[in-house]
């Protein structure tokens, strides 16, 4: 029942927040403009990530969930992001403060995963950030995404008997930004929120990997949307000689929206139920021994790359 609560009161706190910080993205001049590869039309506050953060913040402290260098690393990548959203930090700068990040994220985790551990942080932190901040080009998609992901960990860590307050969390802030981004957007998460977003989720799968490879393997299958589409597009722009970061409108979900769905929020509702299907494989996945887990992966890795090769994503 107190996790509930915990839903209830992140749920709150997130809608107050990021409503808040709508007029002080205004003041603060964090607002994203029509451009090019962008699909809005008016002028958007993009700070939204700012209220998630501070749910996150609040909540994690309050229980206990999150700390010490976890914390510490999770205020320097929120601090990027905003810095990022209001200024355009140039690339270098924004993966050497994701690195110091992973670093925080790596210590928080030494006792239990030692220098694996650190490496993991170092890892895992930039490639969750930036798998995620790229997805994030459609109201909904990386929230959503990722809230969807982080309720399947929940579950995940439940049936084990683990402890989930931190993925309950992130599910309520990220619900609570959805309140004011879906299906019309009053407010964008911008980078603050959606490489924020991403350290929290690669804090839970190294969470999961404190309690062995096999719990890791599924939290990863639950996660691997984004993951997944950031792969698709570096194949996609090294096969067509452009720059691997330069962005496009030619992601899966993109293409999927171009060719058959031909409305974003539609399209971001076909996307969810793949997370979902992925967070499913995934719960599969943590109650089977390595011999079945294993090929169900590689499974749904290929289905995965031959609907982007089938979109003209790859």
Not at 23 to 43: N, Q
Not at 179 to 206: E, I, Q
């Amino acid at each position: 029942m107190l996790d509930w609560w915990l839903l209830l009161f992140t749920v709150v706190s997130a809608v107050a927040l990021v409503g808040w910080s709508i007029p002080l993205a205004r003041v603060l001049g964090i607002v994203d403009k029509p451009g090019e590869i962008k699909i809005h039309s008016l002028p958007t506050p993009r700070f939204g990530g700012m209220g998630i953060v501070a749910t996150i913040a609040i909540w994690g402290l309050y229980t206990g969930s999150l700390s010490g260098w976890a914390l510490l690393g999770l205020l320097i990548i929120a601090t990027t992001g905003t810095l990022d959203d209001r200024y355009n930090l140039s690339p270098k700068t924004r993966l050497a403060a994701e690195l110091v990040a992973g670093v925080a994220l790596g210590l928080h985790f030494w006792s239990e995963l030692g220098w694996l551990g650190l490496a993991m942080g170092i890892v895992l932190v930039p490639v969750m950030a930036n798998a995620v901040n790229l997805i994030d080009g459609m109201n909904g998609l990386a929230s959503g995404n990722a809230m969807i992901s982080a309720a399947g960990l929940a579950v995940m860590l439940w049936a084990l008997q683990l402890e989930a307050m931190l993925a309950i969390i992130v599910v309520g802030s990220l619900v609570g930004f959805l309140v004011w981004n879906y299906p019309k957007a009053r407010t964008f998460m911008g980078d603050c929120g959606s490489l924020s977003t991403g350290y929290m989720l690669a804090m839970l799968l190294m969470f999961s990997a404190t309690h062995g490879w096999i719990t890791f393997l599924a939290a990863g299958v639950m996660v691997s949307f984004p993951l997944y589409d950031m792969a698709a597009g570096i194949i996609r722009r090294w096969r067509r000689g452009k720059p691997i970061f330069d962005g496009d409108r030619d992601h899966t979900y993109d293409r999927l929206d171009q060719l058959y769905v031909r409305n974003p929020t539609r399209t971001v509702l076909v996307v969810w139920a793949v997370t979902a299907l992925l967070v499913k494989v995934g719960l599969i996945v943590s109650n089977a021994v390595l011999l079945v887990g294993a090929p169900l992966i590689l499974l749904v890795v290929a289905v995965l790359f031959w609907s982007a090769y089938r979109l003209g994503a790859l």
